[in-house]
Protein backbone atom coordinates (compact mmCIF):
# COMPACT_ATOMS: atom_id res chain seq x y z
CA UNK A 1 0.00 0.00 0.00
CA UNK A 2 1.09 3.37 -1.12
CA UNK A 3 1.46 5.98 1.42
CA UNK A 4 2.96 9.83 1.61
CA UNK A 5 2.94 10.69 5.30
CA UNK A 6 3.72 14.34 5.71
CA UNK A 7 3.85 15.98 8.98
CA UNK A 8 5.16 19.19 10.43
CA UNK A 9 2.61 22.22 8.89
CA UNK A 10 1.52 24.94 11.12
CA UNK A 11 1.54 28.37 11.66
CA UNK A 12 3.91 30.68 10.43
CA UNK A 13 4.73 34.44 10.65
CA UNK A 14 5.15 36.06 7.76
CA UNK A 15 9.15 36.44 7.04
CA UNK A 16 9.48 32.97 8.41
CA UNK A 17 10.89 29.89 7.59
CA UNK A 18 9.18 26.51 7.86
CA UNK A 19 10.31 22.65 6.53
CA UNK A 20 7.90 20.39 5.66
CA UNK A 21 8.64 16.69 4.83
CA UNK A 22 6.83 14.16 2.75
CA UNK A 23 8.15 10.11 3.53
CA UNK A 24 6.84 7.39 0.77
CA UNK A 25 6.21 3.99 1.55
CA UNK A 26 5.10 1.24 -0.99
CA UNK A 27 6.82 2.89 -3.71
CA UNK A 28 10.55 2.66 -5.56
CA UNK A 29 11.05 6.02 -4.04
CA UNK A 30 14.00 6.93 -6.37
CA UNK A 31 12.83 6.31 -9.88
CA UNK A 32 9.59 8.53 -8.78
CA UNK A 33 9.33 12.64 -9.61
CA UNK A 34 8.09 13.96 -6.30
CA UNK A 35 6.25 17.36 -6.39
CA UNK A 36 4.72 19.57 -3.88
CA UNK A 37 1.20 21.16 -4.48
CA UNK A 38 -0.54 24.09 -2.58
CA UNK A 39 -3.96 25.06 -2.62
CA UNK A 40 -5.71 28.53 -1.04
CA UNK A 41 -8.90 28.80 -0.06
CA UNK A 42 -10.81 29.59 -3.16
CA UNK A 43 -8.48 28.48 -5.64
CA UNK A 44 -7.61 25.59 -7.82
CA UNK A 45 -4.51 23.30 -6.48
CA UNK A 46 -1.19 24.33 -8.38
CA UNK A 47 2.67 23.19 -8.61
CA UNK A 48 4.83 24.32 -6.25
CA UNK A 49 8.04 22.87 -6.86
CA UNK A 50 8.91 19.10 -8.26
CA UNK A 51 12.59 17.21 -8.09
CA UNK A 52 13.07 14.37 -10.35
CA UNK A 53 14.86 11.44 -9.83
CA UNK A 54 17.84 12.91 -11.34
CA UNK A 55 17.81 15.99 -9.14
CA UNK A 56 16.84 18.22 -11.63
CA UNK A 57 13.90 20.53 -10.38
CA UNK A 58 11.32 23.30 -11.30
CA UNK A 59 9.56 26.09 -9.35
CA UNK A 60 6.64 27.88 -9.82
CA UNK A 61 7.69 31.70 -10.59
CA UNK A 62 6.03 32.66 -7.15
CA UNK A 63 8.16 30.82 -5.09
CA UNK A 64 11.54 31.05 -6.50
CA UNK A 65 14.35 31.99 -4.35
CA UNK A 66 12.50 31.21 -1.32
CA UNK A 67 11.54 27.76 -1.65
CA UNK A 68 13.90 24.95 -2.30
CA UNK A 69 12.73 21.49 -2.89
CA UNK A 70 15.19 18.26 -1.87
CA UNK A 71 15.09 14.44 -1.60
CA UNK A 72 16.93 12.13 0.53
CA UNK A 73 16.29 8.36 -1.60
CA UNK A 74 18.27 6.54 1.38
CA UNK A 75 15.35 7.47 3.48
CA UNK A 76 12.22 7.57 0.95
CA UNK A 77 11.61 11.34 1.85
CA UNK A 78 11.05 14.81 -0.38
CA UNK A 79 11.40 18.15 1.38
CA UNK A 80 10.50 21.45 0.93
CA UNK A 81 12.37 24.61 2.54
CA UNK A 82 10.26 27.80 2.96
CA UNK A 83 11.93 30.55 3.45
CA UNK A 84 10.66 34.32 3.76
CA UNK A 85 7.02 33.13 3.74
CA UNK A 86 4.15 35.27 2.77
CA UNK A 87 0.63 35.75 3.46
CA UNK A 88 -0.17 34.46 -0.15
CA UNK A 89 2.07 31.39 0.51
CA UNK A 90 -1.03 30.46 2.88
CA UNK A 91 -2.35 27.03 1.46
CA UNK A 92 -2.77 23.21 2.20
CA UNK A 93 0.34 21.93 0.56
CA UNK A 94 0.20 18.40 -0.45
CA UNK A 95 3.20 15.68 -1.60
CA UNK A 96 2.85 14.13 -4.44
CA UNK A 97 4.68 10.81 -6.41
CA UNK A 98 4.39 9.99 -9.96
CA UNK A 99 5.51 8.50 -12.85
CA UNK A 100 2.35 7.86 -14.91
CA UNK A 101 -1.08 8.51 -14.58
CA UNK A 102 -1.43 4.58 -13.27
CA UNK A 103 1.28 5.77 -10.65
CA UNK A 104 0.16 9.24 -9.43
CA UNK A 105 0.31 9.21 -5.37
CA UNK A 106 -0.78 12.38 -2.82
CA UNK A 107 -0.51 12.73 0.72
CA UNK A 108 -3.16 14.19 2.41
CA UNK A 109 -1.70 17.68 3.22
CA UNK A 110 -0.79 19.98 5.57
CA UNK A 111 -1.98 23.06 6.31
CA UNK A 112 0.41 26.43 6.65
CA UNK A 113 -1.02 29.45 7.88
CA UNK A 114 1.25 32.60 7.74
CA UNK A 115 0.11 35.43 9.35
CA UNK A 116 0.98 37.54 12.17
Known amino acids: QVQLVEPGGGLVQPGGSLRLSCAAS????????MGWYRQAPGKQRELVAAILSGGRTNYADSVKGRFTISRDNAKNTVYLQMNSLKPEDTAVYYC??????????WGQGTQVPVSS
Open 26 to 33: GITFSIYK
Open 96 to 105: NAYIGSFNDY
